[in-house]
């Protein structure tokens, strides 16, 4: 969840005026904090999780599932523990944080506390899963069900909404989907329009449909309104934004309505986050593949397997000059992302970085960079600011445009909380004893606890094989783009190689030779499991970590679970979420292999998936003899 600010939001036409203003002060911001904190040692050890849900209402009569919009009454029940004991009120700390998320039909949950360094912190995860899922059902009406899918397979087909809604709203101006899914907080609806209105157009967003045998070549969507004249926007359709062979969507919902698994830790020291910023970017693309758990779109079934490119493409703000499409002539940059995608450049000025591996021609503000320089920021954190600040701050509230710079981070945040990337570099926020900080947020929601807890646990323990064995993990970024773009095909887990660093051990003299730099394409089998004559695979590195500590034999077999079930992932033992999600749809009675999820299709799969979490239905091909 990104910054949540009370006041009047500027519509855009007006907001673009003062964009300058907040990035000159969003810099001032963090360099008072880094002045201040860029010496702080010896943080302690702290990380977290991020669960998404959706709430989903099954009519068991009627067999039908409708994506229920009644978070905020949830929400109310849910978050009352945590007010009771800020307003001092209750001494007893909530066991769970709950947050909304861009969806009306979603649900944050964070753990009350976050875990410490132990091992035994390792295995309170799954229980605070289990337990979180506990309690948001139990703040549901009769029907309910938290859900972790990473999206509702039927997001924007007509009345799949409860209350029902038509798409006739200002403010998404959506083909398909209406304002009401959206946060009714002042922030989201804004957002919303502005990156509209910025663009000069709605968001354009085309996955492949999954050709099978009945599915038409070329496939034209024919449940597209084509006709439709309710917006000025709504002829975009017809006039190519929606390609043949391709499932259209048109509104932020159909990206930031997806859910997924997030982990943030609290490094000892800035030095540290930026080296763990570094070395996890390369991870965050084979992490991306592995969980991958999102094969369905619009009521279709797509030929990706992942919810990245969709929230890309659904916050793109950047106008037609920024895309190159036309000489720039109103704009400052051609920039060549949006503002969700993989890292542009690497942030660690240490031993092991080489100025070949930031091999992408970074786009960042110059003044914006000479004035961090000035101020003492070395060259490249000053570059990563420096390029985080081309964007223009989408939501401005008037109320908050006057801030002190010393005492608030809200302007520095308003940029940086908008570039959604892999991985997020996060200054400790002033006046707190929060300390440097590093968010991975590749990984897609897994539909059982089970999952959840192995895939936090893994990236928990690969950050401990990162640091403790002082591994180099630098590729090129360019070739981290190229591993984004592979995780996202069908079945990239098993099918496809990635790039990935052959020699990842560092010569003890600290000097590194060309060889030592060699990377090459890697199946999924060989980075997770390792090579019988080059890279070791991290789970042999994991366990070897393990077998130098001192552990006890329960925690230790409780992680070679969340281990193995990771392992017979990679070796395609056991299938990814998103290929069981695709074997469902294609094994029911009522598939035509045409690729279309009807709402019968839906209504079994989520009956389905729910039952699988709670533990009343095996799942051997995703789980194989595990328990979730």
Not at 402 to 415: G, P, V
Not at 437 to 460: C, G, H, K, P, Y
Not at 544 to 573: F, H, P, Q, V
């Amino acid at each position: 969840m990104g910054l949540l600010s009370l006041g009047t939001p500027l519509h855009w036409n007006e907001a673009k005026h003062y964009a300058d203003h907040v990035r000159s002060h969003g810099i001032d911001q963090f360099l008072s904090v880094y002045r201040k904190l860029r010496d702080r040692q010896k943080q302690c050890l702290l990380w977290g999780d991020e669960v998404e849900f959706i709430v989903v209402k099954m009519d068991q009569e009627n067999k039908e599932s409708k994506l229920s919009l009644r978070v905020f009454d949830i929400l109310a029940d849910l978050q009352r523990p945590e007010q009771e004991y800020n307003s001092g009120t209750s001494t007893e700390p909530p066991e769970t944080l709950w947050r909304p998320e861009y969806g009306r039909f979603m649900l944050e949950a964070i753990p009350g506390q976050p875990y410490g360094a132990t091992f035994r912190d390792l295995m309170k995860v799954e229980a605070s899963m289990k337990r979180r899922r506990q309690l948001a059902q139990e703040a549901m009406l009769p029907g309910e069900i938290p859900v972790s899918l990473v999206n509702y397979p039927r997001l924007g087909c007509p009345h799949e909404t409860s209350p029902d809604h038509e798409p006739t709203g200002q403010a998404v101006q959506s083909l398909f989907v209406p304002d009401e899914i959206t946060n009714p907080h002042a922030r989201f609806p804004t957002l919303t329009a502005n990156i509209r209105r910025r663009r000069g157009a709605k968001v354009e967003i085309n996955m492949p449909i999954f050709h099978d045998k009945n599915t038409p070549r070329p496939f034209i969507d024919p449940t597209i309104p084509w006709d439709r004249d309710v917006f000025p926007h709504d002829k975009e359709a017809k006039n190519g934004a929606a390609k043949p062979d391709h499932i259209y969507m048109d509104a932020m919902a159909f990206g930031m309505g997806c859910c997924c698994l997030q982990i943030t830790f609290q490094a000892c020291n800035i030095d540290e986050a930026r080296h763990l910023y570094d070395h996890l970017a390369p991870v965050a693309p084979i992490m991306l593949a592995l969980t991958a758990a999102c094969p369905i779109f619009r009521g279709y079934l797509a030929d990706v397997d992942c919810r990245w490119n969709v929230i890309a493409a659904s916050v793109d703000d950047r106008t037609p000059e920024e895309r190159g499409l036309k000489p720039l002539e109103n704009d400052r940059f051609v920039i060549n992302k949006s503002r969700y995608d993989s890292i542009d450049t690497y942030i660690c000025d240490d031993a092991m970085y080489k100025s070949k591996y930031n091999d992408l021609d970074l786009v960042y503000d110059k003044d914006i960079y000479k004035k961090l320089r000035e101020n003492d920021v070395d060259d490249l954190l000053a570059r990563h600011i420096s390029h985080l600040f081309i964007r223009d701050p989408l939501v401005i509230f008037k109320e908050l445009l006057d801030q002190d710079d010393e005492k608030s981070m809200d302007h520095f945040e308003n940029i940086q909380s908008t570039n959604w990337q892999t991985v997020r570099f996060k200054p400790p926020p002033p006046d707190s004893d929060i300390g440097w900080r590093v968010e991975f947020r590749s990984m897609e929601v897994q539909l059982t606890d089970f999952e959840n807890a192995a895939f936090s646990v893994f990236i928990v323990l690969v950050t401990r094989v990162i640091l403790s064995f002082g591994l180099n993990l630098y590729i090129p970024i360019t070739k981290v783009d190229e591993n984004m773009a592979t995780a996202h095909k069908r079945g990239a887990a098993v099918n496809d190689k990635f790039y990935f660093r052959k020699n990842v051990f560092p010569n003890l003299d600290g000097t590194t030779t060309e060889s030592d730099d060699e990377y090459e394409l890697m199946t999924m089998n060989e980075i997770i499991n390792g090579q019988e004559n080059g890279f070791p695979g991290f789970i042999p590195l994991i366990h070897n970590y393990l077998d130098s500590t001192n552990i006890d034999i329960e925690t230790r077999c409780k992680l070679s679970s969340y281990l193995s079930l990771i392992s017979k992932r990679a070796s395609g033992e056991l299938m990814t979420g998103a290929t069981y999600l695709r074997h469902l749809v294609m094994n029911h009675p009522d598939y035509k292999h045409d690729s279309v999820v009807s709402p019968s299709i839906t209504y079994d799969l989520i009956n389905t998936v729910d039952k699988i979490a709670r533990g009343e239905l095996k799942a051997p091909e995703l789980l194989g003899d595990f328990s979730a």
